[in-house]
């Protein structure tokens, strides 16, 4: 299994990065190609490890995907009918996998689907029961068997008014992909406006779609009956792009992070903003210069437009070394804080309780061996690393593979003196 080994510490990185396409557009942006008899042209697709297993899980339901890293571009053909079944093996090792469901629906609407339900994850309890309920308003009904849901809509999907008890995003996506080839108009209240969302609105809407925002959250989506070809340039990941503003603060730095709108991380610009760094915005891209003293500084996470959850273990290894009592409240997911043991274990001084957690910032962290049990772990721990005197061995790094492309590279590119071993 591949393991970093980090050397540190990394002062002052100076430089420049091309944010990759944003790993959860293109995830749902796949699964909604399902609904296309026509091809599906996706440009700036990031290679990672969850668009693979996405690709594997097309390839297994009968979808043709072709690949083109070089050019960043993925072409599905749909002219084949699907297999029905969405099996375990890919739902557990990619929780995205669900996104199949509204897809699959959608196009084939009188007939059964079965999608493994994905068991239990590193982030705490991820039910699917929003999704589930916002299918029962179209008119498709579920059950569960041998630990699959089936799915299926007798007499076809009719649109009618759901309101999601609480913001999804997998949910809003789900529930987007089933309705647009439903009959009559569906209305959904209380949906997901992260950035990711907007971008699978744009594709289909662009592709022949009738989604209508009417209000801030709510949508009035009109039944089509087909779609015509559908080609679509994925937006930056303000994920990736906060992660690497962060190399940046914690080695206080100076960075020019390229290809990504600044309005997706307003929250986190405003955030790294009272820290004590200095940005400029561009229509695309951001610079940020850290001066010397930071300031400590209080973060709830929200839905968007609010501070990202995935942001979350990101300024918590930068808040670790700014001198000072800092605190995080997650209010999205229920164990958020995996990358707390591993931070505490490079000197990190940090207590959890419920889900806040307090910092009390040291100068610098030291140097440990750690083990990443998620993406956004991963670059926790790289971020503690860097600020670490010493050797930091970094294992299970595939985990930061499923989300990061080019990771290694990209930071070394900044500086940092980073190798990886078997
Ligand atoms: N929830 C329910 N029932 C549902 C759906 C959600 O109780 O039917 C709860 C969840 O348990 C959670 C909250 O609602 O407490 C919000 O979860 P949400 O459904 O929004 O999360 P998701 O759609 O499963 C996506 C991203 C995650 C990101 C979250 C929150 C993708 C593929 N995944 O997950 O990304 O953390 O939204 O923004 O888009 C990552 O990239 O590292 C990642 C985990």
């Known amino acids: 299994m591949q393991k970093f080994l980090i050397r540190g510490p990394t002062k002052g990185v100076k430089g420049f990065i091309n944010v990759s396409g944003a790993k959860n557009s293109c995830l749902p942006l796949m699964a909604a190609s399902i609904l296309f008899k026509k091809n599906v042209i996706l440009k700036n697709v990031p290679f990672v490890k969850d668009v693979f297993t996405m690709k594997n899980l097309l390839v297994s339901l009968g979808s ?49 689907i079965f999608v493994a339900k994905g068991g239990g994850c590193s982030l705490g309890i991820r039910d699917i029961n929003y999704h589930l309920a916002g299918f029962e308003s179209l008119n498709a009904f579920n059950s569960l068997s041998n630990g699959y849901v089936k799915i299926s809509s007798k007499s076809g999907l009719i649109g009618n008014i759901y309101k999601f008890p609480k913001v999804t995003v997998t949910g809003t996506e789900n529930i987007i992909m089933a309705s647009v080839l439903a009959r009559g108009i569906h209305v959904v209240k209380n949906i997901s406006i992260e950035p990711e969302v907007i971008d699978l609105i744009n594709f289909l809407n662009n592709s022949g779609a009738k989604i209508k925002f009417i209000g801030k959250r709510s949508l009035k989506i009109i039944g089509i009956r ?26 206080k730095g100076e960075i020019l992070v390229k290809n990504i709108n600044p309005k997706f991380l307003d929250s986190e610009i405003k955030a790294l903003k009272k820290l004590g760094c200095l940005i400029k915005l561009n229509k695309n891209s951001i610079y940020l210069k850290t001066k010397k003293k930071l300031r400590p500084i209080n973060i709830k996470t929200s839905p968007f437009p609010g501070f990202a959850t995935d942001n979350m273990p990101i300024i918590l290894a930068v808040l670790s070394i700014v001198i000072g009592k800092s605190q995080i409240e997650e209010n999205i997911f229920s164990n958020r804080f995996m ?20 910092i009390i910032g040291q100068k610098s962290l030291k140097s440990a061996d750690c083990i990443s049990s998620d993406l956004r772990t991963t670059f926790s721990i790289i971020l503690g690393a860097l600020s670490a005197n010493g050797e930091t061995e970094i294992s299970r790094i595939y985990h930061g593979l499923r989300g990061y492309y080019n990771l290694k590279n990209k930071l070394k590119k900044l500086g940092v003196r980073i190798k990886s071993t078997v």
Do not use: W
């Open 339 to 358: 990358a707390v043991p591993e931070l505490l274990r490079m000197g990190a001084n940090i207590k959890v309780k419920k889900n806040k957690a307090t």
């Open 64 to 112: 043709k995907v072709k690949i083109d890293e070089k050019r960043k571009m993925m072409e599905i053909k749909n002219t084949k009918q699907h297999k029905l079944v969405v099996p375990y093996k890919l739902v557990s090792t990619m929780r995205a996998g669900v996104l199949t469901m509204g897809s699959l629906l959608g196009r084939y609407q009188r007939k059964s």
């Open 226 to 251: 087909e779609f015509t070809n559908g080609t679509h340039k994925i937006i930056g990941d303000r994920i990736e792009a906060f992660s690497y503003l962060c190399v940046a603060v914690i080695t």
